[in-house]
């Protein structure tokens, strides 16, 4: 893509009102806009990082036996009355609004109910269990404070799971099987390390549910965690329950802020029961489907990415969620010689197959270098007057700083099969 | 895909409530389900047949130039205020709601003022021209009555694109390029054939608008045409224009329902005159932006499909949006060796690359074929007992009953290269 075409523009300022360096960067950079508190556009760069993060969040949840589709954001406020999450006393996120032909509908913060009932017309025997369908869709969260940029949003797209099981053993094994794909999504995303599955309560179904949180000074949750271990527990958990079955004592435990990129509940027959989702087991007899649900927000990740890898010069992103592999840099253009020189190598890159954004800029090279910075696509490559004269390029890793001179077929075999990140 | 991983069923009768024929048909064959009156949930059959109706309409707005984005849903009053649209005399399809921290919200059916609001940041010089951003996002309308299963609901998503050009050329360049695109689109859906670019009024800004009309029996819409000469007008040309520069007259015309599958319009400086969005010229002169409209629902579109290319026993899917390409009827499945062998057959047509659904079903020969039918994907192959032992297949194409027997090889062969549809 060219830079000129895409309507993107950095920003030397973020908004007065943005203090959360996650927003502040992804609007410098241009990646996202601020409609106004809680609501954000994705630009062009943002929306192919939103792409690359529900990709591999499909890829994942597809590979246990997920299956997409889309439910609706309009609620029918019966099925909410039949689990009692209706009223503004017990859910305090619901944005409602008259139905001009007469009524109140409520827009979905989540989806248990939607599902539980549509399911009903698919379930009747253990034969069709378990179903674990997902989407990623988008919720609304009438918040009283929209807070920490693109972390806590009032509309945001959430992928969540919702599973459907037989027997206990039957939802242990997804519920364990979902706990290890997330893991995976948070390796793929770069951001694994700091990630712990972490204990927090667990309800009337389980002894522990468990939240997927990443340690980051900007968080707005807390853990307690034991690095070396690879143990992390919530503040409840902390006081309330038998640490010594998790292996730790308190002492071991460190308190650090934390951010909560994903969340996994056994919800055990809340749900089926409130809205009458049976089946018929091998013996013919009713019982309750037993549920699970299972949350990650793409946007919330990208948030964490941007606050976890940044430096002080900008978004640093690792390569599986960039919005381009390469960020071809052109140099000298005003001259025609060397701008139908680089339109070339330009072309090249994408014919061998390189997903590249080409600063075709007339603009100085301090403002492009800083601007790439910014932006912080994995490779920064020079094309300018100069290389064109000696017939290599400089690239530059954005990670690391890391500075190599590359010929030209170099450039293009390196892209096309190196894959570290 | 397995067909008995597929949560869908299909149903023998379409809920009572449900009058339209392309929502019978998509609830019968386990497309969609219906929340409730106006909202939809696309299942994983129905979410397949929109991903690629999306994908058709992105390749020909990005070959135009245009670049995906995606804004958000709820709406700030000031912005709407300022076009004289925020009030529900005005505008009678607003979802509105309080915001907990205080103000009302509205949840966004168009998004005119939200695009020329953003656009500020990005367009100051004609250098900054043309511009053509588009998203596909979700819409709410507050519909007094939905109706017309999915061609008419209270939410939807849309594919919307808006121009941004310096000269009223610029503009009609585009304006052009994309009339061009949409026939493009039309064609590829397979709806091309009934569809015409259909002149209606201009409104201030030009002589006529223009909707892209399809032909069809289930449509709310009236047209005026002349197949031969490939012309169509809107009741109000009809009353009001000079059909004589459109090359007809007004008894060459016939009325015809049709289904509004798109439109485009020129909107002016209306929306940059609101909303404070001007440019330099090469003059340095400033002036308001000219801008355009253009918009396409894909569920509609699917609906349109649906409601044209199905016959008495189900929906005919073109090719290029059916959910899977092939259709395998396992028969004879009890059988161990017989499911064996059909499980390898699975397994190659999709190592050949084949997109295929396989029934592994336990179920009867005739339930098959109807459900088979029903659904609609284009080729049908039946591996049975018999085809294992004789080393042929039954292939039916569904758009025409046009039976073939084809070996192992040809089947793989047929399949990766025939793109008749």
Redesign the interface.
Known sequence: MRQS?????TRKEAPADEVAKNAQLLIRAGYI?K??????????L??RVIEKINAIIREEMNAI?G????????Q?SALWEASDRWSDENV??W???E???GGV?G?GWTHEE?IT???R???SSYK?LP?F?YQIQ?K?R?????KSGIMRT??FDMKDLYSFSATQEQHDAFYNACSEAYMKIFNRLGIGSQTYKTFASGGAFSKFSHEFQTLAEAGEDVVYVNEAKGVAVNEEVVKEADLSELGVSESELTKRKSIEVGNIFSLGTKFSEALDLHFTDEDGIEKPVIMGSYGIGPARSMGTIVDLLSDEKGIVWPESVAPFKVHLVGLNLEDAATRDWVDGIYASLQENGIDVLYDDREARAGEKFADSDLIGIPYRVVASKKAKEEGTFEVVKRANGEVRRLTEQELYGDFDSNEDT
Request: aromatic fraction near 14%.
């Open positions: 075409n895409l309507f993107t523009k806009y409609n106004m508190a809680g609501a954000y556009t994705f630009l062009p943002g929306l036996g299956q997409e589709m889309v439910m609706p954001s309009l029918d305090d996120v944005f409602k609004s139905l001009k032909a509908v827009f939607v009932d549509l399911m017309q698919f379930i069709d179903k369908p988008k609304f009438n918040e009283m404070r929209a009032r509309e």
